[in-house]
């Protein structure tokens, strides 16, 4: 079921996203090539907890950690661990908070140190069709609509949007209905309306589309091993247009 939240619950979830974009935005700053995972992830924690909120996705599902860090082939849903980052890897960071009753999610890419042209290319391909994603999330559109543009956008630059994995609504719980895929039809699916909240998440890869699990048993990954890329934002769905949560 759909939940749809007034606007005093959106200003809400815009004020827990804005905390979460500044830890981002923190979290960011922090890769660099010698730096662990698994630091980054104590980070993350320690700058939730800072803002008196909690992480969403630790315990969830049994996840054993606050921050989602997914390197190169890997996806999503990484496990932090001591891996030290390095000259050129692609780095995924997926976080969300839950404050004052209700989760924000969002997720960036990141090259660590000077990365190759084809890194830089995937990346700018990535978000630059989130933001796509985002300029069809309006009152009287579907979510075909927003899948479309993001496919149609990705695959004419040369790489594939992930069909397993998707969006999904946000609110109360982390994962909430509807599913919001990277794929579609103009005109297909469930019509948006005022006053829903999804979170709109291309995952592009370089090569096949199809995953595999990672290695650390928690995440995601290319089943051929291809470079991935992955960025998201939790959207409200207002009169006014697209409205970013996750945005300082």
């Excluded at 730096?35 to 320690?46: G, N, P, S, Y």
């Amino acid at each position: 079921m759909i939940t749809i939240k007034n606007e005093e619950e959106i200003k809400t979830m815009q004020e827990g996203g804005r905390i979460l974009a500044k830890i981002m935005e923190k979290l960011e700053k922090m890769v660099k090539p010698g730096i662990t995972t698994k630091e980054l992830d104590r980070a993350a924690e320690a700058l939730i907890l800072s803002y008196r909120a909690t992480p969403s996705f630790k315990g969830y599902l049994e996840f054993p950690n606050s921050l989602c860090t997914s390197i190169n082939e890997n996806i999503v849903h990484g496990l932090p661990s001591e891996y030290i980052l390095k000259e050129g890897d692609l780095l995924k960071l997926d976080l969300g908070i839950l404050y004052k009753g209700f989760h924000t999610d969002m997720a960036v890419s990141l090259g660590v140190g000077r990365v190759s042209s084809f890194v830089k290319k995937i990346i700018n391909v990535a978000q630059k069709s989130l933001a796509l994603g985002i300029k069809r999330a309006k009152v009287g559109n579907t979510l075909g609509d927003i899948g479309f543009a993001i496919q149609h956008f990705v695959e004419g630059r040369g790489f594939f949007v992930i069909r397993d994995l998707c969006g999904h609504g946000i609110g109360k719980s982390i994962h909430e209905d509807p599913q919001v895929l990277n794929f579609g039809k103009k005109g297909d699916g469930i019509k948006l309306s005022e006053g829903m909240v999804i979170c709109i998440e291309p995952m592009v890869t370089a090569g096949d589309y199809n995953l595999r699990k990672s290695d650390d048993g928690y995440g995601y990954a290319t089943r051929d091993n291809s470079l991935s890329a992955h960025f998201e934002h939790t959207v409200a769905i207002t009169k006014r247009g697209p409205l970013i949560l996750t945005s300082t």
